[in-house]
DNA sequence: ATCGATACATACTTTAGGGTAAGTACTTGT
DNA sequence: ACAAGTACTTACCCTAAAGTATGTATCGAT
């Protein structure tokens, strides 16, 4: 009707978000799916291409080479190349992305937590739809 | 829970990957570009609808009110209406909502140290009373 | 009588993310 | 001779997520 939506540009407004939201800034590192998952396999400690490929069987090697690199050029892992035949390439975490053990440890214990939690109503729901 | 058995061999590499990567697990529940971010806005509380779309501009109608639904459906807050007009609607986080106040102040925390190391933009500190 | 406020709903379109499948280069093992 | 292993690359496709733009219901206020 007569509403106008004043979206002015939304640019500007994610200008905004990302100057002011440290949660947006982060989503921008570490958001997607694949990210936190290859993030969390590197905690462990450095990591071959292949070592990480068979971690996560589910994960496609272009997502995973994507990913690699632009975590990479976000500066939260470095990728070190031997020059030999077959190749030799590890990836590490950088100091930044060491301080994400924080975050991703975090992560893991809730869902290990609200995965308990969750399994329990689930039971919950069999039990209640059984009963009617 | 037992894997859904699947021809697929990347529905069976997700099923495992799933049962087994407790990253897997909380990426399924606030992954996603906008999901943090409401998230860390309801930890400060109540928000009405309306509040947090003034609180993140840059996020459209139907987004909000999408993520909403499915933050309610995995239980992470609660929608409650009085039936008054104009409508009141009120969104809070649950128990479980509550425990991600760890992983979304980690990562808040961790977005302002880095952002400050790459000498981007200097952040506000964070609110305070979101830290208690 | 229309407006504005609230909290949505929905049809349509676009975009970005992810998947498939194939190829590359180089060398060791059989 | 050729397969196998390593670490990629590239072209193509498909879908799910996100954005655009509208509509809806209700009531008090102007």
């Known amino acids: 009707m007569t509403a106008i939506k004043n979206e002015s540009t939304i640019q500007e407004n994610k200008g ?44 496609t090697e272009k997502m995973l080479i994507q990913h690699l690199k632009q975590l990479e050029s976000d500066k939260l892992v470095v ?10 390439v590890t990836y590490t975490l950088t100091p930044a992305g060491e301080k ?3 975050v991703l440890i975090a992560m893991a214990e809730w869902a290990i937590e609200d995965s308990k939690d969750n399994s329990l109503t689930i039971y919950e729901n069999i039990n209640a739809s059984l009963l009617q």
């Not at 800034?25 to 993030?39: A, R, V």
């Not at 990728?79 to 030799?88: H, L, Q, T």
């Open 16 to 59: 905004f978000a990302l100057e002011k939201c440290p949660v947006t800034y982060i989503m921008e590192k570490i958001g997607g799916h694949w990210k936190p998952i290859i993030l969390y396999h590197l905690l462990s400690g450095t990591k071959r291409y292949n070592e990480l490929r068979r971690a996560i069987p589910a994960i």
């Open 100 to 102: 994400l053990r924080k």
């Open 79 to 88: 990728r070190i190349a031997k020059p030999v035949v077959p190749p030799y």
